[in-house]
C-alpha cells in the first residue's frame, strides 16, 4: 500500500502494529521501512536474511520481528482495540489528523477513542503547568471557553491544572476537545482525571501513539508534547514556571511550524516565569483569544468550521453572516468588485464597506483595476 490517504486493511493493521512494537524503531526509523517496501505488509513478507541486506535493522530486531511471539501480541492488541471501540489510525488513514501528519516525525499509529470531526483541524492547543494558581485556571478557562464558542477544538493533555481546566471549560462550553496521553487510552494519568476522560471522549477523542495497555512512563510525556503541539495551529501556554514541560511543548511548536502564545503573569510570581521567558524569546503575549486569531495565517489547507461551512482563515471564525456572503463570493484570484456586488446581492456601499472590514482582518487584498482576491 502507498503512502497515500487510505482506509488500510486489517492485515496492514495488524502488520503495523507489528513493525511498531520492535524496540528501536521510532516514527522516523518506522516510516523509512514502509515508504522502502511500500507498506508494512511487505516489510514483514521479506526474510529476515534479505532484510540484513536491504535495511540497517540489526540480528536481534530480525528476530523478534518474525518471532510468533510479536505476531501474536500485534494481533492481540488490534483484536483488542475492536473489543473496546478503539480506533487504529496509520498515517496514511483518511482520518489520520492532517496537521500531525505534517511534522517531521508523526507517530505511525494513533489509537484514539471517540471520534474526529474535519473541524478539528481548526484546533488551537492550551498547555501549562500542573501546580496552577487561581489566576492561571480562570486565565486557561477563559480562553478554552472562548476558543471553543469561537469553533476551535482545544487540545491538550489531560494532566492536572491547567491542562485538566482547558478540557473541563471546553466541555462545559458545548465544545470539542483532544486529550493526547503519554500512555495507553486505558491508563488514564492522573487516575483523577478518568472521569474526566470519558467526557473527553464524548466532546471529542482521547489519542495516543501507544497500545492501549500500555503503561505510562517518565519519557513518554515529553515526547507527547510534540503531539500536542502537531494537531494544532498555534499553541497558548498559559502559566508555567522556569522548568516545565509546557516550555517543551512551546519549543516543539516552534520547530513544527506553529505559533506560539503566551499569557503574562504577576511578576512575582515563580509560575509566571516559563511564560514571560517565552515572550522576552519572541512568543506572543495574549490577553484574550482575538491576539491569538489576529496573529494565525491562513491554513496551508482548506477546512471546515462547525456549520460545514469553508475556512481558510482562523480570522472568517470572528465574521457575521453579511461577511461571510460577501467573502464567498470571492476566489483566490482576483475578483471585480461589480461582480461581487452582482453575486451577493448586496448594496454597493455596504458591500465597500464590509471590503474594508475583510481587507483591515487580512482576509482579502486589493488588486489594480478595482479587484478584490481572497488572501
Do not use: W
Not at 158 to 182: E, K, N, P, Q, S
Not at 280 to 297: K, Y
Not at 339 to 360: D, N
Amino acid at each position: 500500500m502507498g503512502i497515500g490517504k487510505q482506509t488500510p486493511t486489517e492485515e496492514e493493521l495488524r502488520a503495523s502494529i507489528q513493525l511498531s512494537l520492535l524496540e528501536g524503531i521510532g516514527p522516523r526509523r518506522f516510516a523509512e521501512l514502509v515508504t522502502h517496501f511500500g507498506s508494512a505488509c511487505q516489510v514483514l513478507e521479506h526474510p529476515g536474511d534479505q532484510l540484513a541486506e536491504l535495511t540497517s535493522l540489526q540480528p536481534r530486531q530480525l528476530s523478534d520481528l518474525h518471532s510468533p511471539g510479536n505476531h501474536a501480541r500485534a494481533a492481540e492488541i488490534l483484536a483488542h482495540c475492536r473489543r473496546s471501540e478503539t480506533r487504529v489510525l496509520l498515517s496514511q488513514s483518511q482520518d489520520y489528523p492532517a496537521l500531525l501528519r505534517e511534522i517531521h516525525d508523526p507517530p505511525p499509529i494513533l489509537y484514539i477513542r471517540g471520534n474526529r470531526l474535519p473541524r478539528d483541524d481548526l484546533a488551537l492547543a492550551i498547555v501549562g503547568t500542573r501546580f496552577a494558581t487561581p489566576y492561571g485556571l480562570e486565565m486557561a478557562r477563559r480562553l478554552s471557553t472562548a476558543a471553543v464558542q469561537r469553533g476551535f477544538t482545544v487540545v491538550s493533555g489531560l494532566a492536572r491544572g491547567i491542562d485538566g481546566m482547558a478540557h473541563d471549560a471546553a466541555i462545559r462550553a458545548g465544545g470539542r476537545t483532544i486529550a493526547v496521553l503519554g500512555g495507553g487510552l486505558e491508563r488514564i494519568y492522573p487516575a483523577e482525571h478518568t472521569t474526566l476522560a470519558g467526557q473527553v471522549i464524548e466532546s471529542g477523542m482521547l489519542a495516543s501513539e501507544h497500545p492501549p495497555r500500555a503503561d505510562p512512563t517518565a519519557g513518554a510525556f515529553p515526547r507527547r508534547n510534540r503531539l500536542i503541539s502537531g494537531m494544532s495551529l498555534g499553541l497558548i501556554v498559559v502559566e508555567a514556571p522556569g522548568r516545565s514541560g509546557a516550555l517543551i511543548t512551546a519549543q516543539l511548536a516552534l520547530e513544527q511550524g506553529r505559533e506560539v502564545f503566551a499569557v503574562p503573569g504577576p511578576i512575582n510570581q515563580k509560575s509566571s516565569r516559563g511564560c514571560h521567558q517565552l515572550i522576552r524569546e519572541g512568543a506572543v503575549l495574549i490577553e484574550s483569544l482575538d491576539h491569538v486569531i489576529e496573529e494565525l495565517g491562513p491554513l496551508a489547507k482548506e477546512t471546515r468550521d462547525p456549520k460545514g461551512q469553508r475556512v481558510r482563515h482562523p480570522a472568517e471564525l470572528d465574521l457575521n453572516d453579511l461577511e461571510r456572503l460577501i467573502l464567498t463570493t470571492m476566489e483566490t484570484r482576483p475578483t471585480s468588485i461589480d461582480q461581487v456586488i452582482r453575486s451577493s446581492g448586496v448594496p454597493a456601499a455596504q458591500v465597500l464597506s464590509i471590503l474594508s472590514v475583510l481587507e483591515v482582518r487580512q482576509l482579502i487584498c486589493r488588486e489594480p483595476g478595482q479587484q478584490v482576491r481572497r488572501t
